[in-house]
């Protein structure tokens, strides 16, 4: 039974930076894909980021690439989000998830394991 945990959420200012982080329970996280996505009030839930296996490939939405990073330390069965430059626009609720395949890593329904999401609030 996989289990994940986000935490590192909070308010923040405009242009300041933030790092969440998922805790994985469960065996094999290695062996897992790990997804970001985001949820703000009234929108529907939108891919952030993914990284594959042992952290070799990564894919970013056009509107974080290059403020945002995803990583993940095997060791600590743990996924990172750094978030710099942050923006109104990124106040949501940020939640990890996990499946076993990189094939369509932006579609939130093919993900098999989801946190219970951690909130950003960004103030302009």
């Known amino acids: 039974q996989v289990q994940l945990v986000e935490s590192g959420g909070g308010l923040v200012q405009a242009g300041d930076s933030l790092r969440l982080s998922c805790a994985f329970s469960?065996?094999?996280?290695?062996?897992?894909?790990m997804g970001w996505f985001r949820q703000a009030p009234g929108k529907e839930r939108e891919f952030v980021a993914a990284?594959?296996?042992?952290?070799?490939?990564?894919s970013y939405a056009d509107s974080v690439k290059g403020r945002f990073t995803i990583s993940r330390e095997d060791a600590k069965n743990v996924l990172y989000l750094e978030m710099n430059s942050l923006k109104p626009e990124d106040t949501a609720v940020y939640y990890c998830a996990a499946r076993n395949q990189w094939s369509d890593y932006s579609d939130s329904y093919k993900y098999d394991y989801w946190g219970q999401g951690t909130q950003v609030t960004v103030s302009s």
């Open positions: 469960g065996r094999f996280f290695s062996a897992y894909v």
């Open positions: 990284i594959r296996w042992r952290g070799d490939m990564t």
